[in-house]
């Protein structure tokens, strides 16, 4: 975590230490596999769990975002259903007065700008 002043108050963030282990190229798996037995109520459940810790950790609306959007990439990169993701989304923040400013389609869509970012950067990395 992140602790900084903000002129008149205390602000904290989510620390990135997975970063730094990239860095080191070392792999990092932070949620179960799409195709694994685990049940679906346990691997849609860390969700929740890591949406809560978002919400108590980070004090500014834009960080929070930030961080539900790289959870959100996080677990569409590992192939789980946008659709059931979106649901578990909804229900925690329709639950949550902290993150109740917060859609799952306001997640769905910053994920969405990021993607097509991303493929107009290697598009252009890859013209010269």
């Known amino acids: 975590m ?7 108050i205390w602000q904290s963030n989510l ?3 997975r970063i730094e282990l990239k ?4 792999k990092v798996n932070k949620f ?3 195709k694994s037995q685990i049940s679906k109520h346990c691997k849609y ?3 929740t769990n890591q949406l809560h ?3 108590v950790t980070c004090t500014k609306s834009a960080y929070l975002l930030d961080a539900d959007v790289n959870l959100y990439s996080a677990y569409a990169d590992k192939g789980y259903e946008l659709s059931t993701m979106q649901q578990h989304f909804n229900k925690f923040f329709r639950y949550n007065r902290a993150a109740q400013f917060l859609q ?3 997640i769905h869509e910053k994920y969405l700008q990021r993607q097509t970012l991303a493929a107009c950067c290697l598009q252009h990395y890859y013209q010269f």
């Open 2 to 8: 992140i602790i900084s002043h903000d002129h008149s």
């Open 15 to 17: 620390y990135g230490k």
């Open 23 to 26: 860095r080191n190229c070392l």
């Open 32 to 34: 179960p596999d799409s």
């Open 45 to 47: 459940g860390i969700v």
């Open 53 to 55: 810790h978002y919400t």
């Open 104 to 106: 799952a389609a306001d």
